[in-house]
T-cell receptor
Framework: QQPVQSPQAVILREGEDAVINCSSS?????VHWYRQKHGEAPVFLMI?????EQKGHEKISASFNEKKQQSSLYLTASQLSYSGTYFC??????????FGTGTSLTVIP | EAQVTQNPRYLITVTGKKLTVTCSQN?????MSWYRQDPGLGLRQIYY???????DKGDVPEGYKVSRKEKRNFPLILESPSPNQTSLYFC????????????FGAGTRLSVL
């Protein structure tokens, strides 16, 4: 039931772009994205609801394709502060949440 | 300041010795949840609570208990800890109408010897 994220890890230079994918074998009601910096708690970034919407947060945006049960997180012109582990999360049924295994993103100067 | 507070932050214990990790939130949130985080496995939900006296199992509830006697508190109880419960634990809370937007505590790193 756990969403699958890819890639598992990515290293970028400042200013480069990255895409993190999240897919589920179950129908999705919504997808949410969190970022966890090393040694800290996860922090909510954004939520996407049914309808194929796309949302943005600074230079980080995301899309949600409910038919394909997939979501993608786009990081453009990456900054050092973007480093961390990104998790997608889904609410598949009822009030239970499942998170992906995470994607480690490292931005280097 | 709005926050979710977990205690203790670090805990080393021995197999079989009962322990409780406390979680308290000051945002009047209805929904609270416990997760464990293990390398390569991401965050996995242990238990959650929709409101006072309403709790339910998450994905990995075996070996854990919870209670929700007050809205602000949601303690995690390990009656007889085992080494496979060595992990990083997070408590989270969110409002009923925005359950997806969860606020996480700072985490509790537990080692069971």
């Amino acid at each position: 039931q756990q969403p699958v994220q890819s890639p598992q890890a990515v290293i970028l230079r400042e200013g480069e772009d990255a895409v993190i994918n999240c897919s589920s074998s179950k129908a999705l009601y919504s997808v949410h994205w969190y970022r966890q910096k090393h040694g800290e708690a996860p922090v909510f970034l954004m939520i996407l609801l049914k309808g194929g919407e796309q949302k943005g947060h600074e230079k980080i945006s995301a899309s949600f394709n409910e038919k394909k049960q997939q979501s993608s997180l786009y990081l453009t012109a990456s900054q050092l502060s973007y480093s961390g582990t990104y998790f997608c999360g889904t609410e598949i049924s009822g009030n239970q949440f499942y998170f992906g295994t995470g994607t480690s993103l490292t931005v280097i100067p | 300041e709005a926050q979710v507070t977990q205690n203790p932050r670090y805990l080393i214990t021995v197999t079989g010795k009962k322990l409780t990790v406390t979680c308290s939130q000051n945002m009047n949130h209805e929904y609270m949840s416990w997760y464990r985080q293990d390398p390569g496995l991401g965050l996995r939900q242990i238990y959650y609570s929709m409101n006072v006296e309403v709790t339910d199992k998450g994905d990995v509830p075996e070996g854990y208990k919870v209670s929700r006697k007050e809205k602000r508190n949601f303690p995690l109880i390990l009656e007889s800890p085992s080494p496979n419960q060595t992990s990083l634990y997070f408590c989270a809370s969110s409002p009923r109408l925005a359950k997806n937007i969860q606020y996480f505590g700072a985490g509790t790193r537990l080692s069971v010897l």
